[in-house]
């Protein structure tokens, strides 16, 4: 396996089938803009086999916090190691990059995501409530 950060919209596209719906173009282009997002794809023998996102956040009296934006590993790729070694990875970075903490939400009944995480070295911090305010349909999953 080999974990690349990938760079030109040609790897995300090639990763959709990882992500909640297809690629688009502008949106690509826009997330690979972005000096704080970050996109990592595992591959195992040239096929794109798992990805996270991450989203670098930074507060005047917090400094910056990496957010594990969202981890997908193919189906036929899980109980690998693949989640595990993504999430390592991008706290390896965000360690490079000078953030106080790399956080997830994730929900409560995940188990294989709660799993995932805690093998990766995460720590509970408590339980939450995340709400949001949907504003219009952006063509992802809901």
Same mark, same amino acid.
């Given at each position: 396996?080999? *974990?690349?950060? +990938?760079?030109? !919209?040609?790897?995300?596209? +090639? +990763?959709?089938? $990882? ?6 173009? #502008? @949106? #690509?282009?826009?997330? /690979?803009?972005?000096?704080?997002? !970050?996109?990592? *794809? +595992?591959? !195992? %023998? ?8 991450? *989203? ?7 400094? &910056? ?5 969202? $981890?997908? !590993? =193919? ?6 190691? *693949? ?14 990059? =000078?953030?106080? %903490? /790399? @956080?997830?939400?994730?929900? &409560? %009944?995940?188990?294989? #995501? /709660? ?8 720590? =509970? %911090?408590?339980?939450?409530?995340? $709400? ?11």
């Amino acid at each position: 396996m080999e *974990i690349r950060r +990938a760079t030109t !919209v040609v790897e995300l596209g +090639a +990763a959709q089938h $990882l992500f909640d719906g297809p690629v688009r173009q #502008a @949106w #690509a282009e826009r997330f /690979l803009a972005s000096p704080g997002h !970050v996109m990592l *794809i +595992a591959y !195992v %023998d040239g096929f794109p086999a798992g990805m996270v996102s991450g *989203i670098e956040m930074c507060h005047p009296d917090k400094g &910056t916090e990496m957010c594990l934006y969202e $981890l997908g !590993v =193919d189906e036929a790729y899980r109980r690998r190691g *693949i989640g595990r070694a993504l999430t390592e990875a991008l706290a390896a970075l965000a360690r490079e990059r =000078d953030c106080y %903490d /790399l @956080w997830v939400g994730v929900e &409560t %009944d995940n188990e294989p #995501a /709660l799993a995932t995480y805690r093998s990766a070295g995460a720590e =509970d %911090d408590g339980v939450f409530a995340m $709400l949001s305010w949907p504003f219009k349909e952006s063509g992802g999953a809901r």
